[in-house]
């Protein structure tokens, strides 16, 4: 009795010795930034600007943790509703940066922005007689927002017409959570699902139900490039499909309470329609989870790419003076028993963070006994390879040609075919590299830069005078041709600025369908689900991934 109240005395002086210890540095630590503060503000040669200050230093500390552990200001408040709601007061369109302006990119159907007037490539000159040339994007996208019913005016300069001025009344701008929901090819139906809002589930529920009333026998709920958002949408979406009552998906944290079991909570929608979801390196969080969970329980054929590998749980506190502090809380698990999280914050090198080792990976099994592994995201039961983006296609976007392109295409063309249906044709496309040849560009090939660096080698080693002429003449041969290039690489330019065409006519549902018409991964959840033979062989056990 004696040793166990020693033992236990120890314990316990022990934990007290740390929590002491750790309340010291914190103590310590306050003092020292009250310090740095008061002698700031008593001697720096100009005078500080206290608030932004303090906004950077917050924002270094929680750095240091995460990416997902953030301060929002009550000057960004707005971000936060957004994320949460996915709405926000505004005009309603997106906008970028290019040169000296910032630019509308895409206006929202049928909000301010587009009932104004306001065109994919205006630029903004102004906002309520406020210049914005040399403004940052964030600059322009506050200056746009605003409460709903509240009077903006915007100059703009139009390509190939001019300047213009737009009054325009701001609204209640609420991003689309399923950007389009229809019908494929034999009674297949098609979700896509752009964020985990507040109403996500609701609005995932309207369009299943509706495709079910036009003769829906299998869905694809497209879950690619979607980044996440609220977990209990994630569990009410899986309870579509899932029986009442079953674990979606579970918690663990430093902090007992934060230990928790989330499970379906309503009679589910279907239970036997065959389901694909899809997903890629864009899919991350609450979208692991609805994968996830599907694939666990065998529910669901998952195609596409491994997605990110996000298995952080937050949640967002109330500070004072307005502002709130989103912070990590809990890792979570599917019900297999895997957390899918890929990169360990916890232990960084050098300052680095690296991917959890392949020695501590785990293997788990789904319902029917399939292998599945933790760490490294949701890995898909059917991998479609994606086609690597060339380096012209990608100087073709970051210089904006194609962008200015299609600009040019909408001012010269009233009208084009349904956005499932048009094509570029081979005149137009090679009007478009008679366009971008004209444009001031350059890139490199790995090729050639793989070669420079052989060359270097070589002169280091004493060997490149020998062999001076066959290394300059096979450098050249592996130098770019833009022209070669634009044919070389046809198929993936043309799909891309066919694509940014039909957004100025069609929008972002538009942009969707138009897609289809090359999306591969689409292509391999209809084959599968049009395949009942395949699609239950994949769910069983001894099928290999």
Partial sequence: MRKFLFLLITVLSIHTTQAQSNSFEVIKSMELMDLIYMNLEKYYVDEPNTGELSKTSIDAMLRALDPYTVYYHEANIEDYRMMNTGQYGGIGATIRKVNEYTIITEPYEGNPAHKAGLQAGDIILSIDGRDMK???SEEVSNALKGLKGSEVIVKYKR????????????????????????????????????????????????AFQSLKQEGMESLVLDLRNNGGGLLMEAVKIVNMFVPKGQVVVSTKSRVKEENRIYTTQQEPLDLEIPIVVLINEGSASASEIVSGTLQDLDRAVVVGRTSFGKGLVQRTVDLKYGSKMKLTIAKYYTPSGRCVQKLDYSHKVGGKVEEVPDSLLQVFYTKNGREVIDGRGIEPDISVESENMSRLAAMLITKNIIFDY?????????SIAAPGEFVLSDKEYN??????????????????????????IAKEEGYFQSAEKEFEALLAALKPSKKEDMLRFKKQIKEMVQNEIVGRYYYQEGRVLNSFISDQSLAKAVEVLNNEKLYNSTLQVNVKK
């Avoid at 213009?164 to 609420?174: L, P, V």
């Avoid at 229809?182 to 995932?204: D, R």
């Avoid at 009007?431 to 050639?448: H, N, P, Q, R, V």
């Fill in 431 to 456: 009007d478009f590299i008679e366009y971008a040849l004209g444009k001031e560009f350059s890139y490199s090939t790995a090729s050639e830069e793989q070669m420079k660096e052989v060359m270097d």
């Fill in 406 to 414: 299609a600009t040019l295409y909408k001012f010269k063309h009233d």
């Fill in 134 to 136: 040399d403004r940052s």
């Fill in 159 to 206: 390509p190939n017409v001019g300047e213009g001025e737009a009054k325009i009344i701001r609204d209640e701008i609420k991003l689309p959570d399923v950007p389009y929901a229809g019908m494929l090819e034999n009674k297949v139906g098609y979700i896509a699902l752009n964020s985990f809002t507040q109403t996500a589930s609701a609005n995932v529920t309207k």
